[in-house]
């Protein structure tokens, strides 16, 4: 049974996230073709795509790179499960090129932090306020800028009793069998069969669930294991409040078993579910209210509520440093906390395969996190949801900008180009469209293609160098941002990365509306691609990603169609200059905010749901949570990770 994908405080499922207090957003039942059971699923960040087979790489392209036109088509938790699988080969390739030492020499010869709680104790060191203090950790010149920290976490350990299976239907909270947790037992075991109840497959047909009822007190770490040790069934478990709001969730989907962590916030009644994949009920209440089709068969589960151990380090950090962790070893979760302290990048997966061959962030971990620094002060490394020892690898950087000439340019090509696709895993070399080719589809003549041009650029502009430079984080902030139609092309000049705007999917191979070359915190690499396609941008109205559908004649076409050209572009290069995708799901608007639904905020459609008018908003990169199907914890800084990795 795996220990994969948890989360500390968070909704998790495979690698969906919400954080606590924020409203899951509301199905929509205008998605054509997309069952109600399906939507609720997608509004509280379960994926419900076809899977690959386990070890396999995922059709179609890197979600967690590109904007696909239709989340409910990704297989988020295979992507994850590959990136995983790829990041150790990719971190030792990157050492490799960059003439560095391998990982076991760099790990060898850092300086070495021992946990100072005493092992088989928990209670020192819980949070960031009681943190144990790394010294001297740093860039500076006299600072140890590599580490490792060596400690164990030591949990209660609950011996579960084993129960018969609850009798159906228990297909609902309100029908759900009481485990006896928290009125004495401290956890059970069971075996039961997902598809004997009155909606399974020889019933209604609308599919089976099992809930379980139990209580929990703050602070306890609730744990549902599931093994299916014969037939079809591929588990998925999630835990639901009293209301029926799902507040953590996992679907493994390395193999068909589950595992799910949760660190309970408050004192209360819980529900877990057990279910299939893509068979969550649309109503919890409701023991009838699935779609139908799910995988069928028996399973164990082990249902726990214990007391945790988690264990925190503190480093002190400067504005700009780069800091990489990978874990190996026991716990599930790796995190960071920033000065405040604010959880900024909770992480039980390793995603470090999308770094470019010249980030020096560590990777060779089972488990890795990223963050940049915004203010001086101390930071604190945390990790959580395990039983056993651990070592931590964390390193720190400055931007390699600093100092360097000649400025990061940005060149944003609009004349179509050769390129080579192949990088996004696309067909190869291919010849792109130019952005003049999409103009009328918009209903712009081409007598104001230029000012079009001119309104995407401007977008573009406030967007990535306005907003940077008064932020007034970076005084050394400093980009170039040049563009086809005024400019020689600069690219493969030093520190020029580029934008294409233009082309197709079928041109390019790519199913996406932009992707970008890679995710480098930092700012490694200054030499990167990506794509901005416009077909389905000016397909015809009816789409959620058709600009058309938001064009009326009460719109400034040029002023709408610049303005939401100019913000995917903003996206793509927000990518390799440093950051994640964001929550497109919850009330912050956010230039990284993830593809696949809620297009008219991205877009900045105002409330009027009309682009190009007076109420049309301005969406910029900000402070947002993390996009739940992509399965990091906390509130990404958006402007914060980009604005040091461009500098001067």
């Known amino acids: 049974m795996r220990r994969s994908i948890a989360t500390v405080g968070a909704v998790v499922l495979g690698l969906a996230t919400l954080l606590p207090g924020v409203a899951q957003a509301a199905p929509d039942p205008s998605i054509p073709g997309l069952s109600l059971a399906d939507q609720v699923s997608l509004a509280a960040g379960i994926p419900v795509a076809p899977k690959a087979a386990p070890g396999t790489k995922p059709a179609g392209p890197n979600p967690f790179l590109s904007m696909p036109v239709d989340a409910s088509k990704v297989d988020y938790s295979g992507w994850a499960t ?382 990535l160098k306005a907003d940077l430079a008064a932020s007034g984080l970076n005084s050394r902030f400093k980009l170039k941002i040049l563009n086809s139609r005024d400019h020689a092309d600069p690219w493969g000049q030093k520190n020029v990365s580029r934008v294409i705007i233009g082309g197709t999917i079928a041109e390019s191979g790519i199913g996406t509306i932009g992707i970008a070359q890679s995710i480098d915190p930092g700012n490694f690499e200054t030499e990167e691609t990506a794509l901005v396609l416009q077909d389905v941008l000016s397909d015809p109205a009816g789409g959620p990603a058709s600009l058309n559908t938001y064009l009326t004649d009460a719109s400034d076409r040029v002023a709408f169609v610049g303005q939401a050209v100019g913000n995917v572009t903003a996206h793509e290069a927000g990518h390799f200059f440093g950051d994640w995708h964001t929550d497109n799901s919850d009330a912050i608007a956010n230039l990284m905010d993830s593809g696949g639904a809620n297009f008219d905020v991205l877009f900045g459609v105002g409330p009027d749901g009309v682009g190009g008018t007076a109420d049309d908003t301005d969406v910029d990169f900000v402070a947002d949570a993390f996009s739940p199907a992509e399965g990091f914890i906390g509130t990404e800084d958006t402007l914060g990770r980009i604005v040091f990795g461009v500098t001067s």
């Open 82 to 463: 590959y990136l995983k699988k790829q990041a150790s080969a990719k971190a030792a390739a990157r050492l490799k090129a960059q003439g560095a030492p391998s990982a076991e020499a760099k790990a060898a010869a850092a300086i070495v932090v021992d946990e100072d709680e005493p092992d088989g104790t928990f209670g020192s060191n819980e949070s960031p306020a009681t943190a144990q203090l790394v010294q001297n950790f740093g860039t500076g010149s006299r600072q140890n800028s590599a580490i490792r920290i060596l400690g164990s976490l030591d949990p209660e350990v609950a011996t579960p009793a084993f129960r018969a299976p609850t009798p159906e239907d228990d297909g609902s909270i309100p029908l759900a069998g009481d485990t006896g947790i928290g009125s004495g037992a401290k956890g059970i075991a069971t075996e039961a069969q997902i598809g004997d109840g009155p909606h399974g497959s020889a019933g209604t047909g609308t599919n089976d669930f099992d809930f379980y009822r139990l209580t929990a007190t703050a602070g306890q770490t609730l744990t549902v294991d599931t093994d299916t040790p014969t037939g079809d069934l591929d588990t998925l478990v999630a835990v639901y409040t009293p209301d029926g709001t799902i507040v953590a969730s996992n679907d493994d989907s390395d193999g068909f078993d589950s595992y799910l962590t949760w660190s309970v916030p408050a004192a209360g009644t819980y529900y877990v579910i057990v279910a299939a994949y893509s068979g969550l009920p649309a109503d919890p209440f409701d023991p009838a209210s699935g779609d139908g089709g799910a995988s069928e068969g028996p399973y164990k589960v082990t249902i726990s509520a214990t007391s945790a151990d988690s264990d925190y380090f503190a480093v002190q950090l400067k504005p700009g440093d780069v800091l990489g962790a990978s874990l190996k070893g026991a716990p599930a979760y790796l995190t960071v906390y920033d000065t405040d302290p604010r959880e900024v990048h909770g992480s039980r997966q390793n995603a470090t395969f999308i770094y470019p061959m010249d980030s020096k962030l560590p990777g060779n971990g089972p488990i890795a996190t990223d963050y940049v620094a915004t203010k001086a002060g101390w930071h604190y490394l945390g990790v959580a949801q395990g039983n056993g020892g651990y070592d931590i690898t964390v390193e720190a950087y400055r931007p390699p900008l600093q100092g360097d000439r000649p400025t990061q340019t940005l060149f944003l090509d609009f004349d179509g180009a050769r390129v080579n696709t192949g990088v996004f895993g696309g067909t190869g070399n291919v010849t792109l469209s130019p952005f003049s080719a999409f103009v009328a589809k918009w209903g712009i003549p081409r007598a104001q293609e230029n000012a079009l041009v001119d309104a995407v650029i401007e977008s573009v502009t406030e967007s």
